[in-house]
């Protein structure tokens, strides 16, 4: 595996750089991801460049050997920019145009911008896309960071109804979709439609899920616009990425990833137990289960971290880079714990077992100065070994196994389907508090890392075929391509779980006008009669033929009713409003089946249902493990890491096999 580290050499004396390489080098580093905030050195004024000081930081890196990661640096437009051309700046929802003086003030449907943005990146590709030392390239950084993918300047609105006139061709179509006789909003021409801001009721969802997919496409076409003067302008060899946060969902991820050589994302474990653990745990449990599963308190959680380098990977369905990887303690937590030594190595191990070709560490030396100087880096402050450098140091010892597995390939029998837009749908009408498309999807992915199981997570235009299961939670927004997907997926043979609220819209944010669940009746061969949000403490109980597999079902609730003769009802409503109603179903269709469950899972029940799928289909699990101890498995390698600070026993294959604690054991 790879090792690397993203470097500022602008916030150092350039004296000082030597000495940093020469430690990078020491500690087994190859790749240095440099300039990715530095646009106004490299153009102090508008259309004078100065190379210089990146001439020689990249000469100075490339003499130690280093290989560098170059980014375009259009994520912080230089002060001139955004005081000559305002026009550049965002737009927030409540209509006020953003300022410079922190990054990502720019919008990526301002004209302005994408000139300034050819300027900069042909000027980059012709003098660096040659060069020995540079490896590859990162577009941007974290596109849509603080609050930024979605823009309400005026160039956005007109490029809102240029797409939509794309879209729906006729005012007509779009009236119809939309559904603006409602509330008496039938459009007569293309100016009056509106961005769906600052506006005095609740918008209209068709009209919003609109906004998020024109949103999310301008940014892609934005990265698009940089990519293909990379790809003109650099090496053929020159590999072109771009970094993602795991946890953001407003840009379709799987868009964006499509057109790059690979993605990468940046993990903060540290970060995301404290603010994205709560939003992916049952509300009930978020506080009594995360703290009970015993991780180290300096470590993160595990589950949630998994869950994103698989998000992650599933994106492309091929291996994927690191490109921060946090490496002591950060500066936008709640308490932002000090890391303790073997944790950051704990991170890179666990990057390696869910697919990472590569580890960049964030950053090199903790800054002196501005937003971040209490972000901590490999060195500190004052230049001395922090927790981070001395854990790479460590790791030039598991070298040669790191590079033996990193080749090695991840193959999960068990999908989980994520689809940005069934997400974006549920966001606008969760209609329960509480219902989150993420958090449903979640408790599947823990009961499956509880069981030892592997898992993709991937979209259902991905090949299912190569799966045995394929779990689609809440397959909400679905046409009758969709439908016919999924139907030719379990007729090839394969297991389909469909849960709540699958099939309850159109594609168009619309509910469809055949009895639920809309196009996959066919295929799950049952109706829902009825539906249920059930608010805290209500339960509906309910009886299933599948071991500890116990109701009763709480948060959202169906009746199902079979309308085929060879529907199997597995678990049934027994007294409350849906007495004798089917709960969970399951039908054969062609050389598979498709399930259909009718209740929101909490993870326990999710994890019975999975261990009873899993054991009928007869999928391998990597081990049982105690709580505390991830199983992953790369090639013929079973990895074990435990991620508390005391000693536990997996058992893999009938051997009890020993973990000590924060540390990973290769079977
Ligand atoms: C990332 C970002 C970096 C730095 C880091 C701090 O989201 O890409 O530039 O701000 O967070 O943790
Ligand atoms: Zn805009």
Redesign the pocket.
């Known amino acids: 595996m790879k090792f690397g580290v993203c470097y500022y050499p602008e916030h150092w004396p350039a004296e000082r750089w030597a000495e940093d390489a020469r430690l990078m080098r020491q500690a087994g580093i190859t790749y240095v991801r440099i300039a990715?905030?530095a646009w106004q050195l490299m153009e102090p004024a508008e259309g004078d460049f100065d190379w210089a000081w990146l001439d020689t930081a990249i000469e100075t890196l490339a003499e130690a050997d280093l290989r560098v990661v170059l980014c375009t640096p259009t994520a912080a437009p230089p002060v001139w920019m955004a005081h000559a051309y305002p026009d550049i700046l965002p737009v927030d929802a409540e209509g006020r145009a953003l300022r410079w003086g922190t990054r990502r003030h720019y919008c990526v449907n301002s004209a302005t911008y994408r000139r300034h943005t050819e300027r900069i990146v042909t000027a980059l590709a012709e003098r660096y896309g040659q060069h020995p030392a540079v490896a590859g390239w990162q577009i941007d950084?974290?596109f849509g960071?603080h609050d930024t993918a979605r823009c309400y300047c005026d160039e956005c609105a007109a490029a809102f109804r240029r797409w939509l006139e794309a879209k729906y061709g006729t005012l007509d179509a779009l009236n119809a979709a939309w559904g603006t006789v409602f509330w008496s909003q039938i459009y007569a021409t293309w100016e009056q439609v509106m961005l769906p801001n600052l506006l005095v009721a609740i918008p209209n969802p068709a009209q919003v899920l609109d906004y998020y997919r024109f949103a999310s496409d301008s940014n892609v076409a934005y990265q698009q616009a940089q990519l293909d003067l990379l790809r003109e302008g650099v090496a053929a060899e020159h590999f072109i990425t771009t970094?993602v946060?795991g946890d953001f969902d407003e840009l379709d991820y799987h868009a964006l990833a499509h057109p790059l050589d690979f993605i990468a994302w940046?993990s903060?474990p540290t970060?995301y137990a404290e603010h994205v653990a709560p939003q992916l745990y049952p509300p009930e449990e978020a506080l009594k289960e995360s703290v009970p599963e015993d991780f180290a308190y300096d470590v993160g959680d595990p589950y949630v971290t998994g869950f994103y380098h698989d998000v992650i990977r599933g994106l492309k369905q091929q291996p994927f880079w690191v490109m921060?990887q946090?490496a002591g303690h950060?500066?936008?937590g709640k308490y932002n714990p000090g890391v303790r030594p073997g944790t950051p190595r704990l991170w890179a191990w666990h990057a390696l077992a869910c697919g990472a070709d590569a580890v960049l560490f964030?950053r090199w030396r903790a800054c002196r100065f501005a937003q971040?100087l209490y972000?901590s880096g490999l060195l500190r402050h004052d230049g001395t070994f922090d927790v981070g450098y001395s854990d790479l140091l460590a790791m030039r010892a598991d070298a040669a196994l790191l590079d033996e597995l990193a080749s090695a390939p991840i193959e999960a029998d068990v999908a989980l389907v994520l689809d940005y837009e069934d997400l974006w749908a549920m966001q606008l009408q969760p209609h329960r508090e509480g219902f989150d498309y993420r958090r449903h999807l979640f408790a599947f992915y823990r009961a499956a890392q509880r069981l030892g199981v592997s898992v993709d997570v991937v979209s259902d235009t991905a090949d299912l075929s190569r799966y045995r299961l394929v779990l689609t939670p809440t397959a909400f927004l679905a046409d009758v391509a969709r439908a016919e997907r999924l139907t030719a997926y379990v007729e090839g043979g394969g297991t389909l779980l469909l849960g709540v609220r699958s099939g309850f819209k159109t594609p168009e944010n619309a509910v469809p006008a055949e009895p639920l669940p809309g196009p996959f009746r066919e295929l799950t061969g049952v109706t829902v009669t009825a539906w249920h949000a059930l608010p805290p403490g209500v339960r509906y109980p309910l009886r299933a033929a599948i071991p500890a597999l116990e109701g009763p079902a709480t948060l959202w609730a169906e009746a199902l009713s079979p309308h085929h003769e060879e529907v199997e009802v597995l678990a049934r409503y027994v007294g409350g409003p849906f007495h004798a109603s089917a709960a969970l179903t399951s039908r054969v269709v062609g050389a598979g089946r498709a399930l259909t469950l009718g209740w929101h899972p909490t993870r326990l029940q999710a994890q019975a249902l999975l261990a009873h799928l899993i054991g009928e289909l007869d999928i391998a699990r990597l081990a049982d493990l105690p709580r505390g101890v991830i199983a992953r498995r790369r090639g013929e390698a079973t990895l074990l890491l435990n991620f508390t600070d005391t000693a536990l026993t997996a058992t893999v294959q009938g051997a009890l096999v020993p973990v000590p604690p924060r540390d990973v054991v290769v079977v």
């Open positions: 990715e905030f950084n974290e960071c970094n946060m940046d903060y970060g921060e946090q950060i500066n936008w964030f971040e972000h």
